[in-house]
């Protein structure tokens, strides 16, 4: 006997794309490291090295991927109205050996991203020999809820150079620390509707 069934949506928009070399390349120009534009007291990052740049440029190289996030969200939420995307705050992460970004969301704001433009293969290496249970080292994890029984409450992704995402400013996010000596680099951006 066949039993039809449908599974119902629920939870957040996290939209992943992947950006391509040129508008990389755009945008490593605008990550500087410059003690007037230090962005760590305003950040919940452990990271020494954390810089504001500049958020109209950002928003001019990720035109054509907020469009992207558009029609994701017109398929996910289906009859909501869908945002059009300011840029209101943009950062870059340089994070080294040791360093983390505990659990946490963003405020003064609707949404958030996080691009990569490093991602060491000396953390993948690292990776793969983790012992551990918990979540890999230098991994983008989404966490949802606490851990209940019979529901997903956590993502967690190795990211690759020019992984993209964009999701709801209240999505709780973390990244473990890794021991690798290397630097993992990633482009934060908080977006108002």
């Known amino acids: 006997m066949k039993i039809n069934y449908r599974k119902i949506y629920s939870g957040p928009l996290i939209f992943q ?19 007037d534009r230090e962005a760590n007291k305003s950040l919940a990052g452990i990271i020494d090295e954390e810089f504001f740049i500049d958020k109209n440029k950002i928003q001019e190289i990720l ?12 398929e996910w939420y289906l009859n909501w109205p869908v945002p ?7 950062w870059v992460n340089y994070m080294k050996s040791g360093e983390s970004n505990p ?10 991203s996080v691009l990569f433009l490093k991602f ?32 997903i409450c956590n993502h967690e992704y190795t990211p690759q150079r020019g992984d993209f995402f964009l999701f709801p400013s209240n999505v709780y996010h973390s990244v473990p620390s890794y021991k690798s000596d290397c630097e993992r680099i990633s482009v934060a951006c908080n977006f108002k509707e």
């Open 84 to 90: 059009k995307l300011k840029c209101v705050t943009s």
């Open 63 to 74: 035109y054509v991927y907020l469009l992207a996030h558009q029609q994701a969200f017109k």
């Open 17 to 35: 794309t992947r950006v391509v070399e040129e508008h990389l390349k755009e945008i490593e120009k605008l990550c500087i490291k410059d003690s």
């Open 120 to 151: 060491p293969n000396k953390i993948l290496e690292e990776q793969k020999k983790f012992k551990g249970s918990a979540f890999k080292p230098g991994n983008l994890v989404f966490t949802f809820s606490l851990d209940m029984k019979n529901q």
């Open 103 to 112: 659990i946490h969301v963003h405020h003064g704001c609707e949404w958030s």
